[in-house]
């Protein structure tokens, strides 16, 4: 029998239930295809490189929109073997649960322990850069207190159920789209006027004397953690109307929709500074987008990119990654890779509420003591997602090797191993403080197989 994961039996690829898995339908069975759909673009954020416009930029020799459209290509791979994996195992653990079935229990834990670096320290960075937009307009209260006040809004939400975070998340991002849009006209009538020497030009897009390979993949290195979110889409498997099949199409409808606004909104910022490749280093650089809505709108645009951003971006975009990081304990924990205390799920609402409430007291501690390390936290985030990548399109080969004809899976197999050969790439132009920080992360991981080991099959 193939293997299982804490004592699940393994089920027909095309069942779209928990219980042809073994596991009982606990959670709320309420999303559309709508709501995952949104849920996966609140967690993307389509304003998101705004605030690492700046240092993509410098990486890049200003080639911003190329390295987004390189990225959409790299991350499409992945999107595709999430959908492989979200309709073959349409259930909660994502990877941790692909992995797990399709390799080794063993390897299925250390995928989910790898994310979790990924789930864990996202919204901590949101928290995060969100306290210090709104301190340095309201400085009278320290950024730990609106860490905390951020944390407990979202703790709230989350506890409410998965219809209350679905409508929640819809209004913000109604709210980010109209911000986009104002953005948009006011730099279409800055361009008309000519506005800091606009024009049209194909230089943001390519380069020749500067680009190549290893620059464009070093700054996607950099950029990736924009596109971080559409995977966290597959942990809702087991509250989504469609199951896998709907999991499957809001991946891809979120990345694409998402990716194509970051070309468009970084080619359209471009043009007001054809006149550089560099940003002068510190604030010049970690406000460069800020600083080019001043030029094509005045202060006014600056201020509603920045403290409205923060409300209808960043709090929905963390609160979605509660979401999923919960969503994934809860999945490692009825499996017994985790304590089972955390798999408890609230008569009433229908959340688990434990993994709930556990995430967001370690997302409060890691929000206070990692306020200044900015780098390291968005490094760290990027190396936990990366690496969780390469385990999802290893296990898409090990699955169609092992459930299906060669010849059947074959697209499949080919796609996994390019999406495979493009993250690692990625990966390898990682910032290298971030590659030990991660790896003794995975020490950890590796330490605690032998605490938390799977029930044996029955």
């Known amino acids: 029998m193939a293997n299982d994961v804490g004592g699940a039996r393994e089920a ?31 967690f993307i954020v389509p304003g998101a490189p705004i605030a690492v416009f700046g240092i993509v930029f410098n990486a890049s020799g200003g080639m911003v929109p190329l390295v987004y459209f390189v990225g959409l290509i790299a991350m499409l791979f992945t999107a595709a073997s999430y959908v492989t994996m979200s309709r073959a195992y349409p259930i909660a653990g994502s990877v941790y649960a692909y992995a ?9 834990f250390l995928a989910g322990w790898l994310m979790l670096l990924d789930y864990l320290l996202q919204p901590t960075l949101i928290y995060v850069l ?7 307009i309201v400085p009278d209260f320290p950024r730990e207190a609106w860490i905390v006040g951020f944390v407990v809004i979202n703790t709230v939400i989350s506890l409410f159920g998965i219809e209350t975070t679905a409508r929640t998340a819809m209004v913000f991002l109604a709210f980010q789209i109209v911000g986009l849009i104002v953005f948009m006209v006011a730099a279409a009538l800055a361009f008309s006027h000519g506005v800091a020497g606009a024009h049209l030009s194909l230089k943001p897009l390519f380069n020749p004397a500067v680009v190549s390979p290893s620059l464009i993949f070093g700054a996607l290195s950099l950029a990736v953690l924009s596109f971080l979110g559409f995977d966290a889409i597959s942990t809702l498997a087991e509250e989504a109307k469609g199951g896998g099949q709907a999991v499957g199409r809001a991946t891809f409808l979120s990345l694409i929709f998402t990716a194509t606004i970051f070309v468009i909104l970084t080619y359209t910022a471009s043009l007001f500074v054809l006149d550089r490749t560099q940003f002068a280093p510190g604030d010049q650089t970690d406000a460069a ?14 201020a509603m990119l920045a403290l409205p951003g923060v409300l209808f971006a960043g709090l929905p975009g963390a609160l979605a990654a509660q979401v999923a990081t919960a969503r994934l304990i809860y999945s490692m924990s009825r499996d017994g890779r985790l304590p089972r205390a955390l ?21 409060l501690v890691l929000g206070v003591t990692l306020a200044e390390r900015l780098e390291l936290l968005t490094s760290m985030v990027n190396f936990g997602a990366l690496t969780g990548f390469l385990l999802l399109h290893v296990s898409v080969i090990a699955y169609v090797a092992r459930k299906r004809s060669l010849r059947a899976g074959f697209v499949s197999m080919i796609s996994a191993a390019l999406g ?8 390898f132009n990682l910032d290298s ?3 030990i920080a991660g790896l003794a992360w995975l020490a950890v991981g590796v330490a605690a197989l032998g605490f938390f080991k799977p029930a044996s099959s029955g």
């Open 420 to 427: 495979f050969l493009i993250i690692a790439y990625v990966l």
């Open 100 to 108: 797990g079935r399709a390799i080794h229990a063993n390897v299925g």
């Open 130 to 136: 969100s306290a210090i937009a709104v301190h340095s």
């Open 433 to 435: 403080t971030a590659k």
């Open 289 to 302: 987008f800020y600083n080019i809505a001043t030029t094509v709108g005045g202060p006014w645009l600056k």
């Open 343 to 363: 798999a408890h799920v609230s008569e009433k609402r229908k959340v688990p509420d434990r993994a709930v409430l556990l995430i967001s007291a370690i997302t």
């Open 12 to 42: 027909p690829a095309q069942s779209a239930t928990a219980e042809d898995f073994g596991y009982r339908q606990e959670l709320k069975r309420s999303l559309s295809l709508l709501d995952l759909l949104v849920y996966g673009l609140v």
